[in-house]
């Protein structure tokens, strides 16, 4: 078994045939962890800002000493920001639609 069985099919591409804005996120982590690094950005371009925001999250349930509030809610509307400019760039500017 690879872990490609375990991923979970997106509704919007399997019932409207659209994809949203996160797909392309659980293959493009996992090609992140298979060190194939220029795949994952071209494949999902807020995989690495997405990490990122997930070791934030992590680091604030490990560290009860600090508030993340702030922080973390600066990274996730920075990382939306960042995947709906990635989802234009992708399906507007190159025709991938």
């Known amino acids: 078994m690879k872990i490609e069985d375990f991923m979970l ?4 591409k399997k019932f409207l045939g659209i994809e949203c804005f996160g797909c392309g996120a ?3 982590i996992v090609m992140v962890l298979e060190g194939r690094f220029s795949e994952a950005f071209h494949l999902f371009p807020a995989v690495y800002t997405l ?3 997930f070791g934030m ?3 604030s349930f490990i560290d009860k000493k600090r508030k993340y509030g702030n922080a973390l809610l600066l990274a996730a509307v920075f990382n939306v920001i960042f995947m709906i400019i990635s989802y234009y760039y ?3 500017h ?3 639609y």
């Not at 099919?9 to 919007?12: F, H, I, V």
Request: hydrophobic share 40%.
């Open 57 to 59: 999250v992590g680091v």
């Open 90 to 92: 992708k399906y507007f």
């Open 26 to 28: 659980q293959r493009a």
């Open 94 to 96: 190159l025709g991938s």
């Open 51 to 53: 990490l990122i925001f």
């Open 9 to 12: 099919t997106c509704p919007s």
